[in-house]
């Protein structure tokens, strides 16, 4: 497959369509980044790399990050995470107060803000410095010891994160909740101001697309069925309210983030990242979800 044939027919097709999206303005620091930025970059299993774009420069990865944590959890865990979060996609907005008091304070998944605050709630249970261990997990599996949290964002996102406090609070109140609130947002903040670039993201999740294993040494990171559910996760639950539309329109697991990242993964075949900031109304890249519809459909291979 010659995907960087592929990859340059979609960014002619592409440089006339009408990004007419919004970029993010309630995390006041994603606001100031240059809503025109645009790129891809696509890693293969067989080792190959394919790019165009400002698929170099980092951004804040948001939501993207909650892969990550839950790869932790679910690593610390297993199976007695469920116990405390659901599998179903929400069918509501990612930070529903209404629905997480009508189901008890259980979260619908890991990846709405309600399942993500629990992930970090064990996160400060299991490890004395749990920021460090996130780290340390991003930069093994993405190959670079230099990828780190942004302070700004982190702080924009304490001075404005109300309703993520909020729901950390309702869940506590229901006993799902087993730290101080501080605590749990503090490392929920800085997860998702996790800088990296697309060519660092496609990198880090060839570990989904190869079995939980690092490429270049063959070393398990991730068990081979956690991996599997971990890609059911994202492939019914990465997209906000637009999962079941991304799964139509582009057949492969993947998240999303605010930051206008989106992740995807064909297993046993590539990952690939895209980054353009202008999201639609659900949230997500408007210039993404249609560039990897573009790349399934020129390819003809989807996990369908």
């Not at 996609?89 to 309600?114: D, K, T, V």
């Amino acid at each position: 497959m010659d995907y960087t044939k592929i990859l340059n027919e979609i960014k002619d097709e592409l440089s006339s369509f009408p990004n007419d999206g919004k970029i993010a303005t309630y995390i006041p620091e994603l606001s100031k980044v240059d809503p025109e930025k645009y790129g891809v970059h696509l890693h293969c299993t067989s080792g190959s790399h394919h790019a165009f774009g400002d698929c170099k420069e980092r951004f804040s990865i948001q939501s993207i990050s909650k892969v990550f944590s839950l790869s932790l959890v679910m690593k610390l865990l297993g199976d007695a995470l469920w116990d405390r979060m659901d599998v179903e996609p929400s069918g509501n907005a990612y930070n529903s107060l209404f629905q997480l008091e009508r189901e008890n304070g259980i979260p619908r998944n890991p990846f709405i803000n309600s399942g993500a605050l629990v992930l970090a709630d064990i996160l400060v249970s299991e490890f004395e410095h749990p920021k460090d261990e996130i780290l340390k997990f991003v930069r093994k599996i993405s190959d670079n010891a230099s990828i780190d949290f942004d302070e700004k964002v982190a702080q924009s996102e304490k001075e404005h994160g109300h309703r993520n406090a909020a729901l950390a609070n309702l869940m506590k109140s229901f006993g799902n909740i087993k730290n101080e609130i501080s605590s749990i947002l503090d490392i929920y903040f800085y997860q998702c101001s996790l800088a990296m670039s697309c060519e660092e993201l496609s990198k880090a999740f060839m570990v989904y697309a190869n079995e939980g294993k690092l490429l270049k040494t063959g070393e398990e990171i991730v068990n081979p069925i956690k991996v599997q559910r971990i890609n059911a996760l994202m492939q019914t639950c990465g997209f906000y309210d637009e999962a079941g539309e991304f799964a139509f329109r582009v057949g492969l697991p993947g998240k999303s983030g605010v930051g206008g990242g989106i992740v995807a993964v064909h297993p046993e075949k590539y990952s690939v990242a895209v980054w353009s900031p202008k999201l639609n109304e659900r949230g997500n890249s408007l210039l993404g979800m249609e560039t990897l519809e573009r790349l399934t459909t020129k390819t003809g291979l989807s996990i369908f």
